[in-house]
């Protein structure tokens, strides 16, 4: 009998000790692009606090939303990992996202209660 572990000859199959290939992290390359995307995204969301237009929370939250993807997808390698991370990131980012636009909702498009006075 061999004295390899499970992990070891599954790692002897794939050709490696852990079970990931070679190919699967992308280049410094890749990263520098990336980076460059998200620091066009944050320009744009600069931009657009300062310009004001109509639908400005709801545009921010979808950039937002884009940069959390890129971030959490590469640079935390979450694109490489098992899909239960990616299902643990994407329910509190799930939640996160209603959060925000329910208090988008109640604080810019709903009108003011009217408490009325005491006395």
């Keep these: 009998m061999s004295e390899m572990t499970h992990e070891g000859a599954h790692g ?6 852990h079970g990931h290939d070679d ?3 992308a280049s410094p390359g890749f990263y520098w692009m990336i980076g460059g ?3 066009v995204l944050t320009a744009v969301e600069v931009a657009l606090f300062y310009m004001k237009p109509p639908l400005e929370q709801p545009l921010l939250l979808i950039l937002s939303a884009v ?3 890129l971030v959490v997808g590469y640079f935390m390698h979450l694109k490489f990992d098992s899909r ?4 643990v990131f994407m329910a509190g980012f ?3 996202m209603f959060m925000v636009s ?3 909702v109640l604080y810019h498009f709903l009108p003011p209660m009217q408490v009325p006075a005491v006395g």
């Design 102 to 104: 329910a208090l988008v």
């Design 67 to 69: 940069k959390f993807v």
């Design 37 to 39: 995307i998200l620091a």
């Design 84 to 87: 239960v991370f990616t299902g």
């Design 12 to 17: 002897a199959v794939h050709g490696d000790d």
């Design 23 to 25: 190919h699967s992290h």
């Design 94 to 96: 799930v939640l996160a």
